[in-house]
């Protein structure tokens, strides 16, 4: 049976303090020896494709500074598995959630480990991992995939990777996405089909290209129709439970409230629904709610929620086998590989119907 090796490094607050010893680190070797982070990993785990004169340089300069290889990492290098890092930081636990079990079932499908890694500080936790683990891979999930200080960094380094939902598709990158701002305009026609046009409008987090381009169907939808977009509707969250909670505060004390809101994620439209019953609305007589994602938390809350199906699993399996499948063959030329653009779905469940007149 096959197993997929998980490892959360979750560094506390002590942790992420700038260390005081001067323990010697594969950046000091690679820096010693005129190399890449890269080109030290291959020669201390003793890979091929390093030439004679670089692997000398390089155990020259890990024996002058003392190095010592991670042994945490060497053992899980044991039996030359690959290792693929997925890398996360989203405030949402419901997309994590769909996120880690999408590259989890295809990394056990593939017979690969995958190490599930939080970069809160980019680059940094970047360089950490690759000096520690060195995987053979990395999956750049958002906001991370827009980094562009990680992006160069790995470039840098010669590393592999895949980016999941960019803001351009069309940079020479493997790429896996969805169209957001089709996906988002065509909720926003649905609620102009059932009868609303005082439509209200939760932001998604200003770092995730995935906001711009939610918004920009929600735009469009409104040109479409001929409806002016009320500017005083749209509120800014942060995919995440309080922001949302505090944008639907705020929309929904208004002297004249909207008839519908349209959160740029589930958790937030779940936040949505709680302030409407605090204030005695009821959904969807009096306020339709719709989301986006269709996470778990869409069909456990009461009314269930209609939204848009992103395949967030599916797009995480789709990077883990367009990763696996680059590294194997070791195409020469990356941009030959075009990005790979997956269907949505429109899931119309209770939390939705025409308003009331």
Do not use: W
């Not at 003392?66 to 690959?82: D, F, P, V």
């Not at 995440?240 to 809101?261: C, H, N, V």
């Not at 269907?343 to 209770?350: F, G, P, S, V």
């Amino acid at each position: 049976m096959v197993s997929a090796v998980i490892i959360f490094q979750l560094e506390s607050g002590e942790k992420l303090k700038k260390q005081t010893d001067k323990t010697a680190t594969m950046v000091d070797v690679a820096r010693s020896a005129g190399v890449s982070l890269k080109t030290v990993s291959r020669v201390l785990n003793k890979e091929e494709y390093v030439s004679e004169t670089t692997r000398e340089t390089v155990l020259a300069a890990a024996t002058k500074l003392g190095y010592k290889l991670n042994q945490a990492a060497r053992t899980l290098r044991s039996g030359n598995a690959q290792i693929i890092a997925l890398l996360v930081d989203n405030p949402s636990g419901s997309y994590l959630q769909n996120t880690h079990f999408g590259a989890l079932k295809k990394c056990q499908e593939l017979s690969i480990q995958l190490i599930l890694n939080e970069c809160p500080n980019g680059v940094d936790d970047v360089q950490k991992l690759l000096q520690n683990i060195s995987p053979s891979g990395f999956i750049l999930s958002p906001p991370i995939c827009d980094n562009p200080q990680i992006i160069a960094f790995l470039k840098e380094n010669n590393c592999n990777y895949v980016v999941i939902s960019p803001d351009d598709i069309n940079s020479p990158q493997l790429s896996v996405t969805m169209d957001d701002t089709s996906a988002a305009r065509e909720m926003t026609e649905y609620l102009f089909k059932l009868g609303h046009k005082n439509i209200g409008f939760v932001k998604g987090h200003p770092d995730h290209s995935s906001s711009k381009k939610r918004l920009n169907g929600f735009y469009q939808a409104h040109e479409n129709n001929n409806v002016k977009v009320d500017e005083e509707l749209i509120e800014l969250g942060y995919f995440d439970y309080a922001s949302g909670l505090e944008s639907a505060e705020k929309l929904l004390d208004r002297k004249t409230r909207p008839t519908a809101i349209f959160s740029c994620n589930d958790d937030m439209a779940a936040a949505v629904i709680a302030a409407a019953y605090k204030r005695n609305i009821a959904i969807p007589s009096d306020l339709t709610i719709v989301g986006f994602d269709d996470t778990p938390i869409a069909s456990i809350i009461s009314p269930q929620l209609t939204t848009i199906r992103q395949p967030i699993a599916e797009l995480t399996a789709k990077a883990v086998e367009l990763l696996a499948d680059y590294i194997n063959h070791n195409y020469t030329d990356i941009s030959e590989k075009k990005s790979v653009v997956m269907d949505h779905a429109l899931i119309e469940r209770d939390s939705s119907a025409p308003p009331k007149h």
